[in-house]
C-alpha cells in the first residue's frame, strides 16, 4: 500500500492511480479465484487465452481421439461444441470421462486429472461454442435451500430413475440410474444443467438455479437423516423388503410352528 | 398298449380296478387305521433331575418375560418421539424388542411347559353324531307342528300371501338406493382437464412453458394450466392429464403424416400414464428415446409416436396435439384424442 501511496502522490497523474489499483484487483483476484478453484460467476468469460490454450492441449492428448480435433464428434461420439465447461466438470470431475470401454453406459470411476486440469479443459470446450451450462455460483451449492420443496421437485423429475431417495435404479437394456449418495453438490447440479449420456437435461427456466439448490438440500438432507422407519434395506423398495419378509419373517413362522407340533424328548 | 397286457380284478376295497402290466401301483388292501403310535416316555418323566431342570427353564422363560416388559416401559420412557422424527426409530426399536421379548417370553413359557411337564398321553376323542337321536327329531317335528296350529299359518291363506308378497318387496328401495351410490362414471374416463387452447405448465408450480424455453435435449413434467390451483379432485384430475414434454432434434422424430401438426419443432407432448395398467411412465432416456414404465417395464419410442417397443402395454401412449399462442407459450390443440391410461370394457 505505501508503494502505491507514493506513486499516488508524486510522480504520476490520479487517473494511472486508479488503473494500476484496478489492475492489481483484477490480478489478485483473478489468482485467487484460480488457486482456491472457487467460481463466483458465469466463468464463460472469465477464462484467459493461456487457460484455453492450455486446456486445447490437454483436449487433443486425452479427448480428440473419440471427439475429434475440434470437438466436432466423430462416430457415435458426441459433439462437444456448445456443450460448455459444467458438462466437462461433470464427465471428467465424477471420473466417467475419459471412457475406458464401450458399453451400455460409461460408469463413474477414480478421476484421471487434476481440478486444475479439469478447469483448463472445461474452458477449452467453453470456447468451442456457445450454449452450453457454465459452471453454477458457488452460493447454489450449498444445502441450504428449502429441502421441503426439493423434495416434490425431486418426486416428480427425478425419482422414477433414480428412486425416493436417490438410491438409484435400472433402465432398459443394461443402462442405469445411479445411486445419488455422496455424490458432489456441483456434480448433481452439473448432471442436471448437462444432461449426461441418457439423462435428459432440466433447463433453467424449468428448474430454477433455487429449484436445483433446493434439490441439492434434499438430497443432503436425506444423506445425513437415517430412515425414520428403521433398516431402510438399502432403500431399493418392494423387492427387496419383499424378499427379506419372505425369507426371515416367514422363515421364523415356520420354524416356531414346526417347534410348536414336535414332541418334546 | 396291448390288450392282453390288461388284467382286471376285484380289489379287496370292492372297487374294479384296470391296470396295466408293469406300470400300476396296485394296493392289495385299503388304508387300515394304524391306531396311535406307541406311547414315548419324555425324559422330564423317567427323571426328576430333567423335570427340575425343565421347570427352571420355564421360570426362565417367564422372568425374561417381566424383564421385556420392564424393559419396553424403560425404552419408551428413555426414547421419546421428538419433533425430530428419527427419534422415532430408536423409539420403536426398543420398544418393540422389549415387547416382543415380553409376549415371546409368556408363550414360549406356556408351549415349554406344556410340552415338557404336562401330561402328555396319547387320547382318542370319537366325534359326535352329526344325526339326532330318533327322540329329539320327533319332538322338533312336533313343535313346528304345534306352531303351524297355534298360529294358523297354514290356515289363514291371506295372511300368508301378503306376507309372502311384503318380504318379496322391501328389499326393493335398498337396492334402488345401493345402484345410486358413488359417482356416475360418465365419461370421465374419456376426457381430462386439456382443452383447446390450455397452456402446459409445469409440475407442481403451474408456471406457463416458452416454447423458445424448451431445449433439446430436456425433458419438462407438465400438468394443464389451471391444475395448480384447484382444491377439489386435483389428484383425481392430474392422474389423467399429466404429460410429459420432451424436445428433440427434428430429424430424429419420425412422424406419422396425419400427425406432423401434433408436435412443434421437435417438441412432441405425451400422456404419462402407462396404458398397461397406468402407472406413471416418466423414466426417458434422452440418447435412445425409450420411455420405460417403471412397474412392468413397457418401453415406448419418443421418436416414433411413443409406440410400444417391449413390454405388456398393448397401446401407444397417447399423445397431446401442442402447438404455441401468440405470446409463444405452449399450448394443447385439443384434448387427448383418445382415452388416457389402461384399457378399460369399451374402449
Redesign the interface.
Known amino acids: 500500500m505505501s508503494l502505491r501511496r507514493k506513486i499516488n502522490g508524486s510522480r504520476r497523474s490520479p487517473l494511472a492511480a486508479i488503473f494500476v489499483i484496478a489492475a492489481g484487483l483484477l490480478f489478485s483476484g483473478g489468482g485467487f479465484a484460480v488457486a482456491t478453484n472457487v467460481v463466483e460467476s458465469n466463468v464463460a468469460t472469465s477464462y484467459t487465452a493461456d487457460q484455453i490454450a492450455e486446456g486445447k492441449k490437454l483436449f487433443l492428448s486425452n479427448c480428440a481421439s473419440c471427439h475429434g480435433l475440434q470437438g466436432e464428434g466423430l462416430d457415435s461420439n458426441p459433439k462437444l461444441i456448445g456443450v460448455g465447461a459444467l458438462a466437462v466438470d461433470f464427465q471428467v470431475g465424477s471420473g466417467r470421462m475419459p471412457g475406458q470401454a464401450s458399453g451400455p453406459q460409461l460408469a463413474k470411476k477414480p478421476v484421471q486429472f487434476t481440478d486444475e486440469q479439469i478447469e483448463l479443459m472445461a474452458a477449452y470446450v467453453e470456447s468451442l461454442g456457445p450454449g452450453g451450462a457454465a459452471i453454477p455460483e458457488a452460493k447454489y451449492l450449498e444445502a441450504t435451500g428449502d429441502v421441503t420443496h426439493g423434495g416434490?421437485?425431486f418426486r416428480?423429475?427425478c425419482a422414477?430413475?433414480h428412486n425416493a431417495v436417490g438410491a438409484g435404479?435400472a433402465?432398459?437394456?443394461g443402462?442405469y440410474?445411479p445411486a445419488l449418495t455422496g455424490v458432489s453438490a456441483k456434480h448433481v447440479y452439473g448432471a442436471m444443467a448437462t444432461?449426461p449420456?441418457?439423462?435428459?437435461?432440466?433447463?433453467d427456466?424449468?428448474l430454477t438455479p433455487t429449484d436445483k439448490q433446493d434439490i441439492i438440500s434434499y438430497l443432503a438432507y436425506i444423506d445425513a437423516?437415517?430412515?425414520?422407519?428403521?433398516y431402510a434395506l438399502a432403500s431399493l423398495g418392494p423387492v427387496a423388503e419383499g424378499l427379506f419378509i419372505w425369507i426371515f419373517g416367514l422363515g421364523g413362522i415356520i420354524a416356531i410352528t414346526v417347534?410348536?407340533a414336535a414332541?418334546?424328548? | 398298449m396291448a390288450g392282453k397286457d390288461i388284467e382286471r380284478g376285484k380289489e379287496a376295497d370292492g372297487f374294479e380296478h384296470e391296470f396295466e402290466s408293469g406300470l400300476a401301483v396296485i394296493s392289495q388292501d385299503k388304508i387300515s387305521d394304524p391306531g396311535l403310535e406307541p406311547h414315548?416316555v419324555?425324559?422330564?418323566d423317567k427323571s426328576p433331575k430333567h423335570a427340575r431342570n425343565a421347570e427352571r427353564q420355564v421360570a426362565f422363560l417367564f422372568v425374561l418375560s417381566v424383564v421385556g416388559s420392564f424393559f419396553a416401559l424403560w425404552a419408551y420412557v428413555a426414547f421419546p418421539i421428538t419433533e425430530d422424527?428419527?427419534t422415532?426409530?430408536a423409539n420403536?426399536?426398543w420398544l418393540g424388542l422389549g415387547m416382543t421379548l415380553s409376549l415371546l417370553g409368556i408363550g414360549i413359557g406356556a408351549?415349554h411347559w406344556a410340552?415338557?411337564l404336562m401330561p402328555?398321553f396319547e387320547v382318542s376323542e370319537p366325534r359326535h353324531q352329526t344325526r339326532g337321536s330318533e327322540d329329539v327329531r320327533a319332538a322338533a317335528v312336533e313343535i313346528v307342528k304345534l306352531a303351524d296350529q297355534e298360529s294358523g299359518f297354514s290356515r289363514r291363506k291371506l295372511i300368508r300371501r301378503t306376507m309372502y308378497g311384503a318380504l318379496a318387496l322391501f328389499p326393493l328401495p335398498a337396492l334402488v338406493v345401493f345402484g345410486d351410490l358413488g359417482p356416475v362414471v360418465g365419461d370421465t374416463l374419456r376426457h381430462t382437464m386439456w382443452k383447446k387452447g390450455t397452456r402446459l405448465t409445469?409440475?407442481?408450480t403451474g408456471i406457463p412453458?416458452?416454447a423458445s424455453?424448451?431445449?433439446i435435449?430436456?425433458?419438462?413434467?407438465v400438468i394443464p394450466e389451471g391444475l395448480a390451483e384447484m382444491h377439489e379432485h386435483k389428484l383425481e384430475e392430474k392422474a389423467k392429464a399429466a404429460v410429459l414434454l420432451?424436445r428433440l432434434n427434428q430429424d430424429d422424430l419420425k412422424e406419422d403424416e396425419d400427425k406432423k401438426s401434433w408436435s412443434y419443432e421437435g417438441i412432441v407432448a405425451y400422456s404419462k400414464i402407462c396404458t398397461h395398467v397406468g402407472c406413471?411412465v416418466?423414466?426417458?432416456?434422452?440418447?435412445?428415446h425409450?420411455l420405460?414404465c417403471?412397474c412392468h417395464?413397457s418401453?415406448f419410442d419418443v421418436s416414433e409416436h411413443c409406440k410400444v417397443v417391449?413390454g405388456p402395454a398393448a397401446r401407444p401412449l397417447p399423445q397431446l396435439p401442442i402447438t404455441v399462442d401468440a405470446e409463444g407459450y405452449l399450448i394443447a390443440q385439443s384434448d387427448f384424442l383418445e382415452p388416457v391410461g389402461p384399457s378399460f370394457w369399451e374402449r
Open positions: 416434490e421437485l416428480i423429475n422414477m430413475c435404479g433402465l432398459t437394456e443402462k440410474a444432461g449420456q441418457n439423462m435428459p437435461k432440466f433447463d427456466t424449468y437423516n437415517q430412515s425414520a422407519g428403521g417347534w410348536l414332541k418334546s424328548n | 414315548r419324555r425324559m422330564t422424527l428419527s422415532v426409530r420403536n426399536l408351549v410340552k415338557t402328555d409445469a409440475d407442481p412453458i416458452k424455453d424448451v431445449t435435449g430436456s425433458a419438462f413434467h420432451v406413471p416418466a423414466l426417458y432416456e434422452d440418447i435412445t425409450n420405460l417403471p417395464q418401453t417391449f
